[in-house]
């Protein structure tokens, strides 16, 4: 039994919205007009709720004539991506232009290399097939997490089969074209424009390493990182994100089967995640938030050791790139 | 005479070879020693350990069985080997 002064609610991450945007507003002007003399910000808009709100933001702080949102759906993206971000864009009047990505990805062998990787261990999977990458619940025993693609036949046939390390590789390093290939387009109309590039993660992505190096993880600036993921959507209420965008689910939009971020990566869901993320960060025990997110505390300390794990397995992610001797004379 | 290595050192050699490992890596690898706790390895590193032990000493892992009691150690990769084997009814050497 916790000590009663240690337990928490999701009241823990409730922040006063006002304020929390005005401190973006003003960190974005310092940091993006101030230091790196850009005069607006591009920021891939997906139809999500962390574009969104960083779209908000930009326009807030830049005025949204200086802010452009880029729409970049792939051949496999979730049909109410576009439509989505056109009304996100239309919202906050803010420019929005289509770039379809999916013949730079054909051209670079996206899918190709995907397919071939996922042949690896399902030797059927073909045209017509979609697949998705999972990992187990946290919540499921005490199984080690490891990855398995889950795959559709035309029919509808389902199929699962855990994935062999360079099956996996191989999928994830072909997957990664489409948002390293997103980045690349991000930049161009950022260097035609003069703006910084605008990142979208919110703490929960940017701590767990849940992105892709040189791909969605490269921007100028990143307004929301530091917010979890529960106080995002605070955040997208008080700025009036549309409702269609705050009641959908956060998903990968990555693989062409439909998935969760909560299957691809968290294994719980976020407001779990948020919580037990927030406990940590405050030096607080797994029984200080397990009535809270609703689980014992057993499952509690899975998902601490999971925050550890991934943080380790990630933390190459996060790590510029090294010099091997002093340059002094070049800050940073 | 020769020398046969037991499963532990297979193991242990085969961690050592793909695993970049921390300076005092080799004492990161006590038998006992968990290969997730320590960050020898992580959660594609543990898909890298199945394939080697699976195709190793050709046996077959199912999902129900990827638990650390068998696989987050060498002592345990090694019982847990040693335990397939038996069932099957070949020996218990590493080659």
């Known amino acids: 039994m916790p000590a009663a002064d240690t337990r928490i609610s999701l009241d823990a991450l409730r922040l006063d919205p006002e304020r ?10 310092a940091v993006v007009l101030g230091e790196m003399r850009r005069r607006g910000a591009v920021v891939a808009l997906s139809g999500g709720v962390d574009s969104s709100v960083c779209v908000s933001l930009c326009a807030r702080a830049f005025g949204p004539e200086r802010v452009l949102a880029l729409l970049m759906p792939e051949a496999e993206s979730a049909s ?7 009304l996100v864009a239309h919202h906050f009047g803010v420019e929005s232009m289509l770039e379809d990505i999916s013949a730079l990805l054909d051209a670079a062998g996206c899918y190709r290399r995907r397919d071939e990787a996922i042949r690896q261990v399902l030797a059927d999977y073909g045209p017509g097939w979609r697949a998705k990458i999972v990992l187990p619940s946290l919540l499921d025993g005490n199984r080690l997490s490891v990855y398995s693609v889950v795959a559709e036949s035309p029919t509808g046939e389902r199929r699962q089969a855990r994935l062999t390390a360079d099956a996996y590789r191989g999928v994830v390093a072909a997957t990664s074209f489409k948002q390293r290939t997103r980045k690349m387009l991000e930049y161009y109309h950022a260097d035609r424009l003069g703006y910084a590039v605008a990142g979208t993660p919110n703490r929960l992505e940017y701590d767990q390493g849940f992105f892709v190096k040189s791909g969605d993880g490269a921007a100028d600036v990143k307004p929301i990182a530091h917010l979890y993921k529960t106080q995002v959507y605070q955040l997208a209420e008080y700025l009036d994100v549309p409702e269609t965008v705050r009641s959908r689910q956060p998903t990968t939009d990555t693989y062409p089967l439909s998935q969760s971020q909560e299957e691809f990566y968290f294994s719980v869901p976020f407001e779990t995640m948020d919580l037990c993320l927030y406990a940590m960060n405050s030096d607080l025990p797994p029984a200080s938030v397990a009535d809270a997110v609703e689980l014992s505390i057993e499952q509690v300390e899975r998902i601490f050791h999971d925050i550890e794990t991934k943080r380790r397995a990630t933390a190459y992610l996060q790590m510029p790139p090294r010099l091997l001797g002093p340059v002094p004379e070049i800050p940073h | 005479m020769s020398y046969e290595p037991s499963i532990e050192d297979e193991v242990r050699r085969f961690l050592v070879d793909n695993f970049p490992l921390s300076v005092d890596g080799s004492a ?4 006992s020693a968990s290969l997730l706790e320590t960050g020898v390895i992580d959660s594609v590193g543990v898909l890298e350990l199945i394939q080697f032990v699976e195709s190793r000493y050709g046996i077959e892992i199912p999902d129900a069985e990827v638990l650390p009691e068998n696989l987050d150690s060498i002592d345990a990769i090694a019982r847990y080997v040693s335990s397939k084997r038996n069932a099957d009814g070949r020996p218990d050497a590493g080659s």
């Open chain 1, 20 to 29: 929390a945007t005005n401190e973006i507003v003003d960190g974005l002007r």
């Open chain 1, 80 to 86: 109410d991506t576009l439509e989505l971000s056109h």
């Open chain 2, 28 to 31: 990161a690898l006590a038998g």
